[in-house]
């Protein structure tokens, strides 16, 4: 039985004392939360955003965690200076880390410890500081603000204004709730709607105190006060569309010295309102259903499935890389079916009678009902299906996904958010219709459904890091974009001598996400919970 989630946690870090790697600069850091999959095998869960210029960095981003009464949840917290573009973090400056469990963090609430390097010497004088937050609601604080008439703070420009809002703790000190995007050369700036969790803005109490500084951003992390305001949620939520609430940016200093003082700008929330954001466990235990499908491989360079070195060789003990992904994925979803019967299908064979080239054919032969019974259905079909057919080619990969996208897109004229649908693709190798498949995505991301792809075997998979959207925005051959990152791709090898558990962790890592985003942006309640979201 799958482990009972007794809350979620929020925690917010900060450092102080960092090293600094940067020789005209100071770092610039961002932390990486990793979460232990066995053994030695860490697995990326979030990651902060980075700061420019600043060794004791106080980060916006908070990290979300489902907090288990009964499981020991290791944490490692790891900070780099960030200097480049990728999304890889192996090619930046290590500015150390910190492990834990979850259970340390909560039952303190607040641990401050060094921070040490890989050989487990200290980081310098570097500390790392994990205040956790039990998240007793999902409301969310939706804003659209702008500002006017800002002083001008730059001598060879305007000012490049963004705001920080932050709530009171009951010790009556200010904490970081919540950082926008700066405007660049802007004294009139309007910032990109966003949201901040309820919580994190006032703890939950709308008449708790917030203040709002705004400050013109610099390079090298001096950024210049423009001024403050306080407020509270209550005040805020006044704001309704053309008739914003309004507030004088007040700078204390220049105030003091100006006889005539009135402002340093305002800022206007165009509106404000609060609502209820479900969790991925909302939607869950709120009836959606998981559906899972899988799509197997039987090209010719798989090799014959009777000779030893073939991937598809099953060996004496019973198991095969294509085998090992199908019961570590399956098992972990199988959980949130509640049918448990599971379609199946193989691309890439001639299968009997007529020994046609299929990219979609039922492993089990039935196609009115290709329908496996659990995760060892699935299994048996395959071992059952394998001596028929004869493995060919090519590799195609945007019939199987136009198929299940066609079953999502029926799902979505439900109007409560009742189906996802999780597509696994387990390949040996390179893709021969890139294109269709690109498209496919692209039209799939529209849909409730998210892919993940298992790459087996020694070849060449660039091509499916390309379409895992992690390090830039998939884009159809029209041109159209993906509205979603949909697509988890890893390859098999990465995990071979990895605890069993530690395949299916990284693969499904980004689903609970993608059910998220998709239902959140669609506006789709659980099924059991079709009430208006609260205010």
């Known amino acids: 039985m799958a482990a009972q989630c007794v809350s979620k946690v929020e925690l917010s870090i900060s450092c102080e004392n960092l090293l600094d790697k940067d020789i005209l600069s100071k770092s610039d850091p961002l932390c990486a939360l990793y979460i232990n999959a066995g053994g030695t095998q860490w697995v990326e869960v979030d990651r902060t955003e980075k700061l420019q210029n600043c060794l004791n960095p106080k980060f916006n981003k908070r990290f979300c965690i489902d907090y288990y009464f009964e499981v020991v949840q290791k944490l490692k917290f790891a900070i780099y200076d960030i200097d480049n573009q990728t999304y890889d973090l192996s090619d930046d400056d290590f500015l150390g880390e910190f492990e834990c469990t979850l259970g340390q963090i909560v039952s303190s609430k607040k641990v401050t410890r060094p921070l040490v390097l890989r050989d487990r010497r200290p980081a310098g004088r570097g500390t790392i500081t994990i205040e956790a937050e039990e998240l007793k609601d999902n409301r ?145 235990m709120g009836g959606c259903q998981l559906n899972f499908t899988v799509g197997i491989d039987f090209t010719g360079s798989n090799g014959d499935p009777r000779s030893p070195n073939s991937l598809h060789y099953i060996s004496p ?174 390859p098999f090898r990465k995990f071979q001598n990895a605890p069993k558990e530690a395949l299916a962790q990284s693969v499904l890592a980004e689903v609970p996400q993608q059910v998220v985003s998709y239902f959140n942006t669609m506006k789709l309640h659980p099924p059991n919970d079709v009430s208006s979201a609260p205010s």
């Open 317 to 490: 003990n019973g198991v095969n890389e294509y085998l090992t992904a199908i019961w570590s994925v399956g098992f972990v979803i199988q959980d949130y079916d509640s049918d448990k019967m599971f379609p199946a299908f193989g691309f890439g064979a001639q299968i009997p009678p007529s020994w046609q080239v299929s990219h979609e054919f039922a492993l089990n032969f039935n196609a009115a009902s290709p329908f496996c019974a659990g995760v060892q259905g699935i299994v048996d079909a395959y071992r059952q299906c394998l001596p028929q057919v004869k493995l060919y080619g090519p590799t195609n990969f945007s019939p199987i996904i136009n198929h299940v996208a066609r079953f999502a897109a029926v799902a979505t004229q439900q109007k409560t958010a009742s189906q996802y649908f999780v597509l696994l693709i387990i390949t040996d190798g390179v893709i021969t219709d890139l294109d269709e498949t690109r498209s496919a995505i692209v039209n799939a991301s529209k849909l409730p459904m998210s892919i993940i792809i298992v790459g087996v075997g020694a070849a060449d998979f660039s091509a499916m890091e390309f379409l895992d959207g992690d390090n830039g925005v998939l884009r159809s051959p029209t041109g159209e974009v993906a509205i979603r990152d949909i697509v988890q791709f890893v």
């Open 140 to 284: 969310v604080v939706f804003f659209e603000v702008e500002a006017r008439k800002l002083d001008k703070k730059d001598l060879f420009g305007k000012s490049d204004p963004f705001l920080e809002f932050y709530r009171q703790s009951s010790d009556g000190k200010w904490q970081l709730a919540h950082r926008t995007e700066v405007i660049k050369n802007n004294l009139n700036p309007v910032w990109r709607p966003f949201k901040i969790p309820l919580q994190a803005l006032c703890g939950g109490d709308l008449k708790n105190s917030v203040k709002v500084e705004c400050y013109d951003y610099d390079d090298d992390g001096s950024h210049d006060l423009i001024g403050i305001f306080q407020t509270n949620v209550e005040r805020l939520c006044e704001a309704k569309r053309g008739s914003p609430a309004e507030f004088d940016c007040v700078n204390e200093k220049k105030k003091s010295k100006k006889k005539n003082y009135k402002n340093s700008g305002v800022v206007s929330v165009k509106e404000c309102r609060i609502e209820r954001e479900y969790s991925f466990l909302d939607y869950i």
